[in-house]
């Protein structure tokens, strides 16, 4: 009922939906799912919360699945609209339970791909490229480690975005599943715009970038193919977030051996192995891979914490000696 009213209430994508119904399924047992809602205090699900961690040991990211299909079904039960029960009982606090999960915190570097394999994928993929008829995705993932941009970014990119000096990133490709099928839509808005486009952001075409973009685009007039998007199958369509992620995987661990095989890796790099050693500030980065500075410094950047002490404070003092000077 409660996954019912959030689809007819707030139409979420099919995806959230389909991710709602998997953790119901997956944390909720037949015992405890037929129990009526008003006979569970507050003490029976923390003991039920208890027992399922420590049956599963999840991940904490896949906890957070547990308290979220939770809240979902206790905050239906609160609403006015039904007063089936007081108050949500759902604990807020974590810790109790996170001491039960298979907590392996990472840091970003080891989120990242080194300089080094930045350098052997690059190597490799421009060797590929040069030797294979139409390698649509070595060019994709050669643009993705120059750009930072997101997986679903690459196939809804096309070449009206792409002008003398600048990229133009404000849409992604979704994907839903369609009676059991997975189909792939285009949504006009980045993963940080939430479904309201905002216009995207800009990313500046460099020498490499330009060397992609025009290598791509000559092979795609000496095949004949014509097409809106950048990242073309040779039938003109475009490619698929699927298609990529395999063909990264397979590059990074089957070909490479590296350590990391996922897109994710190349935007943390980018941020912390070129712009952090360029200067830019936190905002500047945040930026240009579309998201928020505190994401950027939290998930992305892993140079010295003291480095962004001393910048605050140099601020600080520059601001002071502005502030003295006007008054």
């Not at 979902?72 to 604990?91: E, G, L």
């Not at 480690?145 to 009206?160: M, N």
């Not at 950027?296 to 000696?321: C, P, Q, W």
Request: with cysteine; hydrophobic share 35%.
């Amino acid at each position: 009922m409660a996954l019912d009213m959030k689809i007819k209430a707030e139409s979420p994508k099919e995806k959230t939906v389909r991710d709602r119904d998997s953790s119901y399924k997956a944390f909720i047992t037949k015992e405890f799912g037929q129990r009526d809602v008003r006979t569970i205090t507050s003490s029976d699900l923390k003991i039920y919360m208890m027992e399922t961690v420590m049956r599963i040991r999840p991940k904490e990211k896949r906890f957070q699945k547990l308290k979220t299909v939770l809240y979902m079904v206790f905050d239906y039960a609160t609403n006015p609209d039904h007063q089936i029960i007081p108050v949500n009982i759902v604990p807020k606090d974590n810790l109790v339970f996170l001491k039960q999960c298979a907590i392996t915190v990472k840091k970003p570097e080891d989120k990242a791909f080194s300089p080094d394999d930045i350098f052997i994928l690059r190597e490799y993929l421009w060797e590929r490229v040069n030797k294979l008829k139409y390698d649509l995705n070595g060019y994709a993932i050669l643009f993705a480690s120059h750009t930072g941009v997101r997986q679903a970014e690459i196939p809804a990119l096309k070449w009206s975005d792409i002008s003398d000096t600048m990229i133009h990133i404000h849409d992604q490709q979704n994907d839903e599943k369609v009676s059991g099928v997975k189909t792939y839509y285009y949504n006009p808005s980045t993963k940080d715009e939430k479904g309201i486009s905002k216009g995207g952001r800009k990313f500046p075409i460099t020498a490499d970038i330009r060397r992609i973009l025009d290598e791509l685009k000559a092979k795609q007039n000496a095949l004949g193919i014509e097409s809106e998007w950048v990242f073309a199958r040779e039938d003109g369509s475009w490619t698929t977030t699927a298609a990529y992620y395999e063909a990264l995987y397979k590059v990074c661990h089957e070909k490479l051996h590296l350590g990391l095989t996922n897109n994710h890796a190349l935007r943390i790099a980018l941020n912390s192995y070129v712009f952090v050693p360029m200067g830019l500030n936190v905002a500047e980065r945040a930026r240009l891979l579309g998201h928020s500075p505190e994401v950027n410094l939290k998930h992305y950047t892993f140079a010295r914490e003291e480095s962004y002490i001393v910048s605050i404070g140099e601020m600080i003092d520059k601001f002071n000696e502005k502030q003295a000077v006007n008054m």
